[in-house]
């Protein structure tokens, strides 16, 4: 039993010797301090007890009987060397060196596969993310939800859940017109064909669909005549019409085969794409199958009348005939439930989409009650470039290729003899990182050159304490194999700050995988991971390890220990680990 399991057990027991009061383990909430001089951790459960016993007059008198107690008749002994009542409720508890000691032992014994857990087993979720829309080029808005959807899938399937992944793609509607439309005008204007934009790099032909949407746009905005013509391609690519359809195959192969090259780079392969253009006509069924029931004609369209449920009312299908994104959204969930029959959908869409998917979702739960829990929307706010205003419909756009680049010309100034295969990890480890250590809720800032830093707060620098560590331990032959208590007996009495400082936060990651999945925040497992390097950096610098007499063994497998935990982590963001930079 993991100590803090130990520890709210005892805790249990001792508020109904003490208090005559009965609680469950759920209730005794468990945090680390953030002085560590107060103990590895702290319970507040003095102050979550309603109603006191008889005789007591304040929650701090409860936490003083209940450590009381705890010192007593607790069974800690083994695990804990000290029990203290604090402040006004709280009650800390310190651990025993031995039980840090027996952590690196567990490190040692699952290595890739320490901090790994099943309070997911038996669940089925799909995740859906990434999401580019076809016909332009990847910009760094969906760039965030391809890393974020990525590595929540590599968090939930670390806590035991079966995974899924999943790209839904707009491959049809008014932004495909506005692409094509504009992207032959420009090719007029270069005097280029088709077959001959066919020859060019695909890198080239992406951005010039990107282009060409912006001069869409453009037109689309500017002048009424075009925007008719636009409409009209629009109803073309829908019915399929022959004039139209072998250009839209054409251009529809380019983004997919662009985006296919982005999703190797950054790590990730879907199970299932599905598109716009699969579920249009089917969507659209189901909307009209259920007028009168679900849905209202309004105004010639089919709408959801949302303000019944205290929603906003939105069209599902156009006066036109065309299903809008909402009307198709109730084929795609039929759909990938038939294919993976999930007890959650996560949906990893920006923020702006809120009022959108609590329209969707309601309307699904009301199809069909089935869906009602299942659809969940983790709602992502927007990155922000340090220095640019950023826009698809205006073309400054910060391309997902693109930014890779830039992030190596800097990174070639750290590195110089680096090998390109090397480069290209760093590159998208500091891109993934940098998106990642911010909560998913919130607007992510990214700053280029704090991005490659390799003294602050950026995957570079985790990258680096990981290579260092595998430096020291090939330098030192060393094998994380060997028999531990004859290294331990003299060395924990002697520990150095630096030292204890790691030894005592290395046991916290299998909590933080554990609440990463939770919280669907990886951001959780980035901030310790910072906080990891950053103790193991003052232990390296404070404390020689090779060549530290009795305390090298012991150094060594603190090293070892600390590389598998950093290894650990950063394969769960997505991040590669190089052991050599």
């Given at each position: 039993m993991k100590p803090a399991d130990q520890i709210r057990n005892s805790v249990v027991r001792a508020v109904k010797a003490a208090l005559v009061v009965e609680i469950s383990p759920e209730e005794v909430i468990l945090e680390h301090p953030?002085?560590?001089?107060?103990?590895?951790?702290?319970?507040?459960?003095?102050?979550?007890?309603?109603?006191?016993a008889s005789g007591i007059k304040d929650q701090g008198e409860a936490a003083g009987k209940i450590a009381i107690e705890?010192?007593?008749?607790?069974?800690?002994?083994?695990?804990?060397?000290?029990?203290e009542a604090a402040g006004q409720g709280f009650i800390n508890f310190s651990l025993k060196p031995?039980?840090?000691?027996?952590?690196?032992?567990?490190?040692?014994?699952?290595?890739?596969?320490?901090?790994?857990?099943?309070?997911?087993?038996?669940?089925?979720?799909?995740?859906?993310?990434?999401?580019?829309?076809?016909?332009?080029?990847?910009?760094?808005?969906?760039?965030?939800?391809?890393i974020t959807g990525e590595a929540l899938a590599r968090i939930l399937t670390a806590n035991g859940a079966e995974i899924f992944r999943a790209n839904y793609q707009g491959d049809i509607g008014p932004h495909v017109a506005k692409a094509?439309?504009?992207?032959?005008?420009?090719?007029?204007?270069?005097?280029?064909?088709?077959?001959?934009?066919?020859?060019?790099?695909?890198?080239?032909?992406?951005?010039?669909?990107?282009?060409?949407?912006?001069?869409?746009v453009k037109e689309s905005e500017e002048n009424s005549k075009e925007k008719k013509k636009i409409d009209l391609l629009n109803k073309k690519l829908y019915d399929h019409d022959k004039s139209v359809w072998p250009i839209y195959e054409r251009t529809r192969v380019w983004s997919l085969f662009y985006y296919d090259e982005l999703y190797a780079r950054f790590g990730t392969k879907?199970?299932?794409?599905?598109?716009?253009?699969?579920?249009?006509?089917?969507?659209?069924?189901?909307?009209?199958?259920?007028?009168?029931?679900?849905?209202?004609?309004?105004?010639?369209?089919?709408?959801?009348?949302?303000?019944?449920?205290?929603?906003?009312?939105?069209?599902?299908?156009?006066?036109?005939?065309?299903?809008?994104?909402?009307?198709?959204?109730?084929?795609?969930?039929?759909?990938?439930?038939?294919?993976?029959?999930?007890?959650?959908n996560i949906h990893v869409v920006a923020n702006e989409q809120k009022g959108y998917f609590q329209v969707v979702i309601k309307a699904l739960e009301l199809l069909n009650p089935e869906f009602t829990g299942r659809e969940y929307h983790l709602s992502m706010g927007m990155v922000q470039l340090v220095g640019k205003k950023i826009s698809s419909r205006t073309g400054v756009l910060i391309t997902v290729d693109g930014l890779i680049e830039d992030v190596k010309t800097l990174l070639r100034q750290n590195f110089e003899n680096v090998s390109d295969t090397v480069l290209e990890k760093v590159a998208v480890g500091a891109i993934k990182y940098s998106v990642l250590r911010t909560g998913p809720a919130l607007n992510a800032l990214f700053d280029l050159q704090k991005?490659?830093?390799?003294?602050?707060?950026?995957?570079?620098?985790?990258?680096?304490?990981?290579?260092?560590?595998?430096?020291?331990?090939?330098?030192?032959?060393f094998q994380f194999s060997i028999n531990f208590q004859s290294i331990f007996n003299d060395s924990i009495l002697n520990l150095k700050t630096e030292e204890r400082a790691v030894l005592r936060f290395l046991p916290r990651y299998p909590e933080v995988v554990e609440m990463a999945a939770k919280t669907y925040g990886p951001n959780v497992i980035a901030t310790y991971l910072y906080e990891l390097a950053r103790r193991f950096n003052n232990f390296y610098n404070a404390a020689p390890i090779i060549g530290s007499g009795q305390a090298e063994q012991f150094r060594l497998t603190l090293t070892a220990a600390t590389a598998q935990v950093i290894k650990n982590g950063l394969e769960l963001l997505g991040v590669e680990a190089p052991e050599r930079m």
């Open positions: 953030a002085n560590e001089e107060n103990g590895d951790y702290s319970t507040n459960i003095a102050l979550r007890i309603k109603g006191l705890l010192r007593k008749n607790g069974n800690l002994g083994e695990i804990v060397e000290k029990i031995e039980v840090f000691i027996g952590e690196i032992g567990e490190i040692r014994e699952k290595k890739e596969t320490y901090g790994t857990g099943k309070t997911l087993a038996g669940k089925k979720i799909m995740i859906e993310y990434a999401h580019p829309n076809t016909h332009k080029e990847m910009h760094i808005g969906h760039m965030r939800t391809l094509i439309f504009g992207t032959e005008k420009i090719l007029a204007e270069r005097k280029l064909s088709w077959d001959q934009a066919e020859k060019l790099p695909l890198p080239q032909k992406a951005h010039l669909l990107g282009e060409g949407y912006v001069r869409g879907f199970d299932r794409f599905y598109f716009e253009s699969e579920v249009a006509g089917k969507g659209k069924k189901i909307v009209e199958e259920n007028v009168g029931k679900t849905f209202e004609k309004s105004a010639g369209a089919i709408i959801f009348p949302g303000e019944k449920y205290g929603l906003h009312t939105r069209v599902f299908v156009t006066a036109d005939g065309n299903p809008t994104y909402e009307g198709k959204e109730m084929a795609l969930a039929q759909e990938q439930f038939a294919d993976f029959h999930f007890d959650k991005s490659v830093s390799l003294e602050g707060d950026s995957g570079p620098y985790l990258q680096y304490t990981y290579a260092r560590a595998e430096s020291v331990l090939r330098k030192a032959d």
